[in-house]
């Protein structure tokens, strides 16, 4: 496989500086892509760098994923208007091990193969190292004048930042050709990596190897990722979407990909998949007869959702969707645990009831107008029971005056009601 070409048909390259192609073809590289370690986990922003590492290592090459445990401590300025918050060591080895996780999941860093991924954290090398070292042994070498024309400085300076650039970022960009200058010196790295907001970072350090010791190194950079409509990819109401559960559930993370748009959905299936293009040209095909049947979101968000979490919690989310919006049974329902539960209901009509109420059983008709108002009245409940409109936790209800009692309760504290074949209410029993 040539991993520029594979790049290039999934739409991931966005620049690529000459010689690059003519390298990868010509031996086994050692290429590295930064990460950001300011959180516990990766969320989808990261994943396009993430399937860069991953492809680069099935086209028989060495993949570094560099934890910027140094550089996190600063900020980079690229493509930002404020500057980060920084961390201290402990948490930065917290999140370097969860990171580590994660990425797990995507690349060998087991097998003992020549082109085993490995692990770097640029804090390993940075730590003792002084003030005055630096400034001799890399600040030397690439000027004020050179620093000054990159895209990200002189955004910051041209007032695009309420407080202009920090000394600290100013610096950013050395740190990070340091980063290229140690690997290629100590693990042969010849190629860096990332979103192109880093060509500037990405060609310093070229640079700086240049001057240093001579040595030619290569760059190449995948799109920012955004939406058709333009906007941010990966930001949702509540924020972004993350690969641990603990911050967005399997069942949240899976129906954000089913319902990306069919221009989005051909162009994220390339991306965040490891899917040959025959087999996606073939989805494309089918989305194109059929775009009601919507093939390309249901593929994408399998692979996708299998690849971050695992096989059973994408059928767990299946499972969970079809209560929503198919004809799932009481036993389904019945096994979704309580923060899917919500996740699912997220929206719905939700009602609090005293546990006091079902103590000693209640009629239906009273606890659903008089307790909760999920009817008008009870006329119109007896109208719809009859008629077989009502369903209680996804079984119908036989008679409006069917006695509830806390025997029914989903995870012992919710009702489901069901009107009608799309209105939901939750009532919560506390």
């Given at each position: 496989?040539?991993?520029v070409?594979?790049?290039?048909?999934?739409?991931?390259?966005?620049?690529?500086?000459?010689?690059?192609?003519?390298?990868?073809?010509?031996?086994?590289v050692?290429?590295?892509?930064?990460?950001?370690?300011?959180?516990?986990?990766?969320?989808?922003?990261?994943?396009?760098?993430?399937?860069?590492?991953?492809?680069?290592?099935?086209?028989?090459?060495?993949?570094?994923?560099?934890i910027?445990?140094?550089?996190?401590?600063?900020?980079?300025?690229?493509?930002?208007?404020?500057?980060?918050?920084?961390?201290?060591?402990?948490?930065?080895?917290?999140?370097?091990?969860?990171?580590?996780?994660?990425?797990?999941?995507?690349?060998?860093?087991?097998?003992?193969?020549?082109?085993?991924?490995?692990?770097v954290?640029n804090?390993?090398w940075?730590?003792?190292?002084?003030?005055?070292?630096f400034?001799?042994?890399?600040?030397?070498?690439?000027?004020?004048?050179?620093?000054?024309?990159?895209?990200?400085?002189?955004?910051?300076?041209?007032?695009?930042?309420?407080?202009?650039?920090?000394f600290?970022?100013?610096?950013y960009q050395?740190?990070?050709?340091?980063?290229?200058?140690?690997?290629?010196?100590?693990?042969?790295c010849k190629?860096?990596?990332g979103?192109?907001?880093?060509?500037g970072n990405?060609t310093?350090?070229?640079?700086l190897i240049r001057?240093?010791?001579?040595n030619?190194?290569?760059?190449?950079?995948?799109?920012?990722?955004?939406?058709?409509?333009?906007?941010?990819?990966?930001?949702?109401?509540?924020?972004?979407?993350?690969?641990?559960?603990?911050?967005?559930?399997?069942?949240?993370?899976?129906?954000?990909?089913l319902?990306?748009?069919?221009?989005?959905?051909?162009?994220?299936?390339?991306?965040?998949?490891?899917?040959?293009?025959?087999?996606?040209?073939?989805?494309?095909?089918?989305?194109?007869?059929?775009?009601?049947l919507?093939?390309?979101?249901?593929?994408?968000?399998?692979?996708v959702?299998?690849m971050?979490?695992?096989?059973e919690?994408?059928?767990?989310?299946?499972?969970?969707?079809?209560?929503?919006?198919g004809?799932?049974?009481?036993?389904?329902?019945?096994?979704?645990?309580?923060?899917?539960?919500?996740?699912?209901?997220?929206?719905?009509?939700?009602?609090?009831?005293?546990?006091?109420?079902?103590?000693?059983?209640?009629?239906?008709?009273?606890?659903?107008v008089?307790?909760?108002?999920?009817?008008?009245?009870?006329?119109?409940?007896?109208?719809l029971?009859?008629?077989?409109?009502?369903?209680?936790n996804?079984?119908?209800?036989?008679?409006?005056?069917?006695?509830?009692?806390?025997?029914?309760l989903?995870?012992?504290?919710?009702?489901?009601?069901?009107?009608?074949?799309?209105?939901?209410y939750?009532?919560?029993v506390k």
């Amino acid at each position: 496989m040539n991993f520029v070409e594979e790049l290039r048909w999934r739409g991931m390259l966005h620049d690529i500086m000459p010689g690059t192609e003519e390298l990868l073809a010509k031996e086994q590289v050692t290429a590295y892509l930064g990460i950001d370690p300011t959180a516990d986990s990766l969320h989808i922003g990261h994943l396009c760098g993430v399937m860069m590492l991953r492809h680069l290592q099935r086209c028989g090459h060495k993949p570094l994923a560099l934890i910027g445990g140094a550089t996190g401590m600063i900020g980079d300025p690229s493509g930002k208007s404020l500057e980060r918050n920084l961390l201290d060591e402990k948490t930065l080895i917290h999140n370097q091990e969860a990171i580590k996780k994660q990425l797990d999941k995507f690349l060998d860093f087991e097998s003992g193969a020549s082109n085993c991924a490995e692990l770097v954290n640029n804090y390993d090398w940075m730590k003792n190292f002084t003030f005055l070292d630096f400034v001799r042994d890399v600040g030397k070498h690439i000027t004020v004048n050179y620093m000054m024309a990159k895209e990200s400085v002189k955004k910051r300076l041209n007032g695009e930042a309420r407080d202009g650039l920090s000394f600290t970022e100013f610096t950013y960009q050395l740190l990070q050709a340091y980063d290229y200058l140690h690997l290629n010196t100590t693990s042969g790295c010849k190629l860096q990596m990332g979103g192109s907001d880093q060509w500037g970072n990405i060609t310093t350090g070229s640079e700086l190897i240049r001057r240093t010791n001579g040595n030619e190194v290569f760059g190449l950079v995948c799109p920012l990722i955004t939406k058709a409509d333009g906007g941010k990819f990966g930001k949702t109401e509540s924020g972004n979407v993350w690969l641990d559960s603990r911050y967005t559930s399997p069942y949240k993370f899976y129906q954000f990909w089913l319902n990306v748009s069919d221009a989005d959905a051909a162009r994220y299936i390339k991306i965040f998949t490891s899917l040959p293009k025959e087999e996606i040209d073939a989805l494309v095909a089918e989305q194109e007869a059929a775009p009601h049947l919507r093939p390309l979101q249901k593929r994408l968000a399998q692979e996708v959702t299998i690849m971050v979490h695992s096989e059973e919690d994408y059928y767990a989310a299946v499972d969970a969707s079809n209560i929503l919006f198919g004809n799932a049974t009481s036993e389904a329902l019945k096994k979704l645990d309580e923060d899917t539960l919500l996740a699912v209901f997220e929206g719905v009509p939700q009602f609090e009831v005293s546990r006091d109420v079902l103590t000693d059983g209640v009629k239906a008709v009273d606890l659903f107008v008089d307790n909760a108002a999920v009817f008008a009245s009870k006329g119109e409940m007896r109208k719809l029971v009859q008629g077989g409109g009502v369903s209680l936790n996804k079984e119908k209800l036989e008679a409006f005056d069917q006695v509830i009692t806390v025997a029914d309760l989903l995870d012992e504290k919710y009702l489901l009601v069901q009107r009608g074949k799309k209105n939901y209410y939750l009532l919560i029993v506390k």
